[in-house]
DNA sequence: TAATATTAGTCACTATTGATACTAACTGGT
DNA sequence: ACCAGTTAGTATCAATAGTGACTAATATTA
């Protein structure tokens, strides 16, 4: 099958087609995950994603941070100056390149971390709680498949 | 496990995280889904989405619209109006509420869509082309059940 | 049948996002 | 050492999305 392809007279059902469907998920998931960190700790989405980055990788660039968590480098900049000035991160030269700024949580920083973990890790187990460890590991599999694929197809335009 | 246990210590790594997971996905796939509908016919994706689902349901009101495609009232409000101004839909009366307009494609809106549709459909093959028949059913069906669940935590808050 | 509440859709305002371009710092080839 | 090319991060401006108030129409209820 190819990409151009004129399959005249074909139907496409909103609900039936995968895209929409992973999309109005992930948009729900997205959402019930922000009442955590937006609601009780007023971070935005790509500030908490540079904490969990931060959590997960150390001290790294914010280049780095935009690679782990898929977002734009002036969104992070944005959020990282947003962590800088409540205190939860600091920035110190990196020590043989001065165009990097190498980012470290402050341990006000992990408090907060340690708080909103176990929160989201509740929301994670309860979605997952209906199913048994083999579907969980399926679906770990097919989406890690998609994304794969996914990048292929935005490769090839 | 209830949703304000404290697991203290406990650990979040963002690429094994399930809603990161998802939504790191759905962005993908999103962005490869425009680049048809954007770039080659100009159309937003709300735009797109309200296309899609006329053409689902035939002549509706926006509100349902909305609820098809899980899109804001405001959203679809904007959309509907530039779709209209490009004469891609037509607005009427509602016979016994008028409030209600009714949205319907016009011929030129249904001709976008049937050139829309075979490339997206494409996109969609593509990605699951390494699939069995097998594994696309459970795929649509974790992700059903995953909804499922997303909605019953919406309403837990 | 008034009075009140609800609903559809839009307006106006604000906040967020995204694209482009810029500055400063580094790299590599000659 | 010098110049072109690249990279990190930020500024700026335009487009987009989200919120609450608002208008008009309908529904509800006393």
Same mark, same amino acid.
């Given at each position: 099958?190819?990409?151009?392809?004129?399959?005249?007279?074909?139907?496409?059902?909103?609900?039936?087609?995968?895209?929409?469907?992973?999309?109005?998920?992930?948009?729900?998931?997205?959402?019930?995950?922000?009442?955590?960190?937006?609601?009780?700790?007023?971070?935005?989405?790509?500030?908490?994603?540079?904490?969990?980055?931060?959590?997960?990788?150390?001290?790294?660039?914010?280049?780095?941070?935009?690679?782990?968590?898929?977002?734009?480098?002036?969104?992070?900049?944005?959020?990282?100056?947003?962590? @800088?000035? +409540?205190?939860? %991160?600091? $920035?110190?030269?990196?020590?043989?390149?001065? &165009?990097?700024?190498? !980012? #470290?949580?402050?341990?006000?920083?992990?408090?907060?971390?340690?708080?909103?973990?176990?929160?989201?890790?509740?929301?994670?187990?309860?979605?997952?709680?209906?199913?048994?460890? @083999?579907? +969980?590991?399926? %679906?770990? $599999?097919?989406?890690?498949?998609?994304?794969? &694929?996914?990048?292929? !197809? #935005?490769?090839?335009?």
């Amino acid at each position: 099958m190819t990409l151009e392809h004129d399959n005249q007279g074909a139907v496409l059902t909103l609900n039936d087609f995968l895209p929409y469907r992973l999309v109005a998920l992930a948009d729900l998931v997205s959402k019930v995950a922000a009442r955590i960190y937006a609601e009780r700790f007023e971070l935005t989405r790509p500030e908490w994603r540079i904490i969990a980055s931060l959590s997960d990788l150390g001290p790294v660039s914010a280049t780095e941070i935009c690679a782990h968590s898929t977002q734009d480098k002036m969104t992070v900049s944005r959020a990282v100056a947003s962590l @800088e000035a +409540r205190g939860l %991160l600091r $920035r110190y030269d990196a020590p043989h390149d001065r &165009r990097n700024k190498i !980012l #470290e949580l402050t341990p006000q920083g992990q408090a907060i971390y340690r708080k909103i973990v176990p929160l989201i890790l509740a929301r994670e187990a309860f979605l997952l709680e209906s199913f048994t460890p @083999e579907e +969980r590991t399926t %679906l770990a $599999r097919l989406l890690e498949a998609l994304t794969a &694929r996914a990048r292929e !197809l #935005e490769q090839l335009g």
